[in-house]
T-cell receptor, first 117, second 109 residues
Framework: ETGVTQTPRHLVMGMTNKKSLKCEQHLGHNAMYWYKQSAKKPLELMFVYNFKEQTENNSVPSRFSPECPNSSHLFLHLHTLQPEDSALYLC????????????????FGPGTRLTVL | GNSVTQMEGPVTLSEEAFLTINCTYTATGYPSLFWYVQYPGEGLQLLLKATKADDKGSNKGFEATYRKETTSFHLEKGSVQVSDSAVYFCALRNNDMRFGAGTRLTIKP
């Protein structure tokens, strides 16, 4: 299997549930990203990991908790979400930001469509 | 700071029409520039890229030229097809990644 995969593709959860989104990349990259895509809003970068270390957190509420156990896997743990958190959550990967001078493109997964009731 | 501004949509064209989607950017230094496409129900796919001034990126009949003097990276296609209907995002990378708001394109038969 190649590229960036995400599971599940669709998720419906209540505000009191706890769930996790999974992302896996098979491209040998060392940087991974979580984005939120809401209707009629620009793509929002949430978290960045470089070599398993979190290097960026764009003021994301604590009800979103990322985890990066290795360079190929990235999780987003969800708990006590709000209806306004309903969106498409996209995972991406790229070559290491530092050594590449930050100029390489990101490769995206298909996303998880999340609905919070 | 770095930012991308692209043409607001939605854009509706007839099949075989000429397409232009405008994109301008603000950045320090020499960013790389990209166009991504998102088909319904899918994630973003890289369409083309250019890494230095005057480079032309091309793929699937789409082209864009990195114009440093006008800080632009407009997307063009000479003859669009129904299958080109999607949302198109202009983006730049200059240490971090910045995306435009996206332009929804609909092609009618």
């Amino acid at each position: 299997e190649t590229g960036v995969t995400q599971t599940p593709r669709h998720l419906v959860m209540g505000m009191t549930n706890k769930k996790s989104l999974k992302c896996e990349q098979h491209l040998g990259h060392n940087a991974m990203y979580w984005y939120k895509q809401s209707a009629k809003k620009p793509l929002e970068l949430m978290f960045v990991y470089n070599f398993k270390e979190q290097t960026e957190n764009n003021s994301v509420p604590s009800r979103f908790s990322p985890e990066c156990p290795n360079s190929s896997h990235l999780f987003l743990h969800l708990h006590t979400l709000q209806p306004e958190d309903s969106a498409l959550y996209l995972c991406a990967s790229s070559r290491n930001q530092e050594t590449s001078g930050g100029l390489y493109e990101q490769f995206f997964g298909p996303g998880t469509r999340l609905t919070v009731l | 700071g770095n930012s991308v501004t692209q043409m607001e949509g939605p854009v509706t064209l007839s099949e075989e029409a000429f397409l232009t989607i405008n994109c301008t950017y603000t950045a320090t230094g020499y960013p790389s520039l990209f166009w991504y496409v998102q088909y319904p129900g899918e994630g973003l796919q890289l369409l083309l890229k250019a890494t230095k001034a005057d480079d032309k990126g091309s793929n699937k009949g789409f082209e864009a030229t990195y114009r440093k003097e006008t800080t632009s990276f407009h997307l063009e296609k000479g003859s669009v097809q129904v299958s080109d209907s999607a949302v198109y995002f202009c983006a730049l990378r200059n240490n971090d990644m910045r995306f435009g708001a996206g332009t929804r394109l609909t092609i009618k038969p």
